[in-house]
């Protein structure tokens, strides 16, 4: 038992048997801060906080703060949560200090998904760098953008083979830090995901048949747009967008997401067709001193 602020509060560890608290935690904050809404689902609330150790804060037996840290791998992985109602009496500060002590000597980086500017004045004021922000956008899809289809561009569904890799491959090569998986790996984690929509998924093709674009969904998500460099400029991504808005609409769905990388220019074409912003995400590193090696 801990006494904080003149409120009585209880530390401990959570574990499985807590998902419904921990859920009901990470939809509070998503409400108060936006992020991303697949947060307060099972698979990845499980994988950012029921980690080797965690770290709950409980008040009248409700969970108003958590934290969850991976020391498997390095760096170690830490994620953690303050419920908005409980913020500024310093529990995210003993957070991070326990996250901090888990981690040892690897270096820890903290991944949120659902982004406050006061988390981020945490992190930096204690030597944690932001390498990564993505922007969470939602779209209303009672109204649909209404593109052109550029000259010579035909689109078709997809079909999960190396053509479509291919185009994936040559649609990202040029862009910063791109790390080429092979064409088994990425074909094969698109045939494992439940959420995978080849049906609305989209390949476009120019007047001699070579493939110039792709689009991926998962479920109501645009989870991959890409674009040949040659083809760059020519609505062609922009088509592809609408269309996959167009079909989601017209398979019921009331609401399509993606996320976008704060400083890639396709966010303004998001933007200009329709897409609002619904949050960030984010990822800080802080790196230890390098251990003094002999002389």
Not at 31 to 44: E, I, M, V
Not at 124 to 153: C, M, Q, S, Y
Request: net charge negative; charged share 25%; proline share 5%.
């Amino acid at each position: 038992m801990a006494e904080l602020g003149g409120d009585a509060l209880t530390w401990k560890e959570f574990g499985e048997e807590h998902l419904a608290a921990l859920t009901e935690l990470a939809e509070a904050c998503l409400a108060a801060d936006g992020g991303l809404p697949l947060f307060a689902r099972t698979p990845l609330l499980r994988a950012r906080l029921l980690q080797a150790r965690t770290l709950g804060v409980w008040h009248d037996g409700g969970l108003v703060a958590a934290a969850g840290v991976g020391t498997a791998r390095e760096p170690a992985t830490s994620t953690g949560l303050v419920h908005p109602a409980w913020r500024g009496r310093g529990l995210g500060s003993r957070l991070l200090s326990w996250a901090d002590e888990q981690a040892g000597a690897a270096d820890l980086l903290l991944t949120t998904e659902s982004w406050s500017a006061g988390a981020e004045a945490l992190f930096t004021a204690r030597g944690f760098e932001r390498t990564f922000t993505e922007w969470v956008l939602r779209h209303d899809l009672d109204a649909l953008p209404d593109v052109t289809r550029p000259d010579d561009l035909r689109t078709e569904p997809v079909t999960l083979a190396s053509e479509l890799f291919e185009t994936y491959r040559a649609s990202f090569a040029d862009r910063p830090g791109f790390v080429e998986p092979t064409a088994e790996e990425w074909l094969g984690d698109l045939r494992e995901d439940d959420d995978y929509r080849p049906d609305l998924s989209l390949l476009a093709r120019g007047p001699d048949g070579t493939p110039v674009g792709f689009l991926n969904i998962l479920d109501n998500w645009i989870d991959q747009v890409g674009v040949v460099p040659e083809w760059r400029g020519r609505r062609v991504g922009a088509y592809l967008v609408a269309s996959a808005l167009r079909a989601l609409a017209e398979d019921g769905t009331r609401e399509a997401w993606l996320c976008v990388n704060d400083n890639n220019p396709a966010a303004a074409l998001y933007r200009r067709l329709g897409f609002r912003d619904a949050g960030r995400r984010a990822r800080y590193l802080c790196r230890r001193p390098a251990a003094d090696q002999p002389r």
